[in-house]
């Protein structure tokens, strides 16, 4: 009887205890089982971000044990992100509600911030003297080492460039259809990690210096050009016309076209060589090969210089040939 009574007296101390357990389960405050149970989003005023595009990541920090969840947060797309060195402005509201959109349980989640939040893409900016000193290298490279005779007046840029970050690399380029003188348009185009990102032109004054021949005086049509007719000046060929001649003996013999004032450049087409026979004139006609040479009076019927074919008429046979000047006496033809 008495081992009864110690028994029931046992069981209902152990009921007792369980029921205090279980009260004081349930009676914890229902905050701190909630807060265990939620991620909290913070996010500051501003923030810089290097990509194209705005993760949730990139501009909130977390809070939570819900590994997956912050995951999965983490990479929601808020939206493209500014060009390198501008911000982009979101509020709260709108955040929330790219949440929502992304079918997140707002119930578990807590998000604490200003009222703005204000975004800026991560930036190199590029000045227009490193831009010249770019343009000034690629030119130099483009000339032999000793050349004495180039010269590279100016170069305009017309802005600082500005780009995102990462492996900044540029190729330069000039027109292939001119060459480098006078005023020169460059490009550059900048990449970014291997992704051609901006082009910019640059405007380069280049002088090249190079023998030009050029009258001494004023010289009269047909007049023929004699070595104290002429000069030979040092000029920016970038200022002359592209057939001037630079070896005085390709005019010494030759003969203007027309008038040609003094301290002109001459042009290969502004000369030419006088007409060594007239219509009208007495030639010897030649025909002859290895073994045999024939030799008979002719009358010229056009005029010609040098080395030019014209009409020749045979005196004995009266037929006209087609010869080539050799003199002002002789002509040649085939035979």
């Known amino acids: 009887m008495n081992l009864l009574n110690i028994n029931t007296q046992s069981l209902k101390w152990l009921c007792a205890g369980l029921m205090f357990l279980l009260l004081a389960f349930f009676c914890m405050p229902l905050t701190d089982a909630w807060a265990n149970q939620t991620t909290t989003l913070r996010f500051t005023e501003r923030v810089e971000i290097d990509g194209a595009e705005i993760l949730l990541g990139q501009i909130?920090?977390?809070e939570g044990d819900d590994v997956h969840l912050i995951q999965q947060l983490k990479n929601i797309m808020i939206g493209k992100?500014?060009?390198?060195g501008e911000s982009r402005q979101f509020d709260l509201k709108f955040l929330l509600k790219r949440l929502q959109q992304h079918h997140v349980d707002m119930a578990t989640v807590v998000?604490?911030?200003p009222?703005?939040?204000?975004?800026?893409?991560?930036?190199?900016?590029?000045?227009?003297?490193e831009i010249e000193k770019i343009v000034s290298d690629f030119i130099l490279r483009q000339v032999p080492g000793n050349n004495q005779t180039m010269r590279i007046k100016d170069i305009r840029v017309m802005n600082d460039v500005v780009l995102p970050k990462g492996r900044i690399t540029y190729k330069v380029s000039a027109p292939r259809s001119r060459q480098l003188m006078g005023r020169c348009p460059i490009a550059i185009d900048f990449s970014v990690n291997g992704n051609s990102h901006k082009k910019v032109w640059a405007t380069a004054m280049i002088e090249v210096l190079g023998p030009v021949v050029v009258t001494r005086k004023p010289l009269?049509?047909?007049?023929?050009?004699?070595?104290d007719d002429i000069e030979v000046q040092m000029l920016d060929l970038a200022n002359v016309p592209a057939n001037v001649l630079c070896d005085p003996d390709a005019a010494i013999g030759k003969r203007t076209k027309k008038a040609i004032g003094a301290q002109t450049?001459?042009?290969?087409?502004?000369?030419?060589?006088?007409p060594l026979v007239k219509r009208g004139d007495l030639v010897t006609i030649?025909?002859?090969?290895?073994?045999?040479?024939?030799?008979?009076?002719?009358?010229?019927k056009k005029k010609g210089r040098k080395g030019e074919r014209i009409p020749v008429i045979n005196l004995d046979s009266k037929k006209i040939l087609h010869a080539v000047v050799v003199d002002t006496n002789t002509v040649k033809v085939d035979f």
């Not at 450049?265 to 006088?274: D, G, H, I, K, W």
């Open 115 to 129: 009222p703005k939040i204000y975004v800026t893409r991560s930036h190199v900016e590029i000045q227009k003297q």
């Open 220 to 227: 009269g049509r047909y007049k023929p050009i004699a070595a």
């Open 81 to 84: 992100a500014p060009l390198p």
């Open 60 to 62: 909130a920090n977390f």
């Open 286 to 300: 030649i025909a002859e090969s290895q073994s045999l040479k024939i030799t008979t009076l002719g009358q010229v």
């Open 111 to 113: 998000v604490d911030g």
């Open 265 to 274: 450049p001459l042009r290969a087409n502004s000369v030419e060589l006088p």
